[in-house]
Each structure stands twice: as C-alpha cells, then as structure tokens.
C-alpha cells in the first residue's frame, strides 16, 4: 500500500492562511473606519481645486465627485485659519490595496495658494502617516495625475 499524499492538506491549509490573513486585514481597515473623527466636524470647502480631472481622460463628474466624497469611509482633516476659514484639506480612507495590505489611500489634498510652501501639506501628510501608524495600516497611497509636475514634485521630493 502506498503512502497518502499531504498535497490536498497542504493546499487547504495555505488557502486557509490565505483568508485568515484578508479577513484579519479586513478586520483591520474596518476597526479603522469604526473610530470616531477626533475632530470636531467642520463646514466642508465650498470651493476646491479641480486637481487636473477635466483634462485628464476621466474627466470631472460633480455627480461623481459628490458620492466619492459623501461615502461612509470617507474622512477629512480640515485646517483652519485664525479667523475659521478653511484653508486646507485632506480627504482620505481606511481600505485595502490591491494586494490587500492595509492602507491608508490620500484621496485629496488642497491647500490654499496663500498658504503654499509654508509646510502646510507636509504637515497634513505627516498627521496621516501617524493616523496610519496607530491604526496599524501598512503604508500610505495616492494617485497623482501625470500632468500634475507640483503634486509630482511635492510628493516625491518634499516628503522624503
């Protein structure tokens, strides 16, 4: 009689591995999602940059844009001058990539012209570096048009 093979076994068990660790990652970004804003909720900005969608292939959508800043998992840290006008932005999200590692996805960031290179946007990147930290998300990402050289120049330069 010959001996049994452990393949099937062997399978089954990384195949459970595999769904124990996307459930634990899952787990992860939803504990993330569930924490209350820290901040106190502001009037969102009535006016922001189009960020190069409309001459990107996507275009601009109001509708679309609407419903992605509207979601349940949305997020915002908003800044504030001394006299309460917005004058910064982040709008960002607790999810999985597409290797399913948790992440914390910076969907936007606006800073008005009059507080450009004052560190402002670092600044707001370095509060979700620590976000992401605490609530144990593997790295930070965004998407950056091609077209867009400062946002291109700001992320890889300024925020080594």
Known sequence: MGRKSTKGKEKKLKRKEEVAKINASQAAVDAANEVEDPFKPFTAFKSFSRNGYEESEWGWSDKKKMEEMTEDTARYLIVRDSE?????????????????????????????????HKGLGKFL????????????????????????????NFFKNCLK
Do not use: W
């Open 125 to 152: 990147m370095q509060i979700l570096e620590l976000m992401g930290h605490r609530a144990q998300m593997k790295k930070i990402v965004l998407t950056v048009f091609t077209g867009n050289g400062v946002a291109i």
């Open 84 to 116: 309460d006008k917005g004058v910064a932005l982040s709008h960002f999200r607790f999810d999985l990539d597409e290797n399913m590692d948790e992440v914390i996805y910076c969907y936007e960031i606006q800073v008005d012209p009059s507080f450009h």
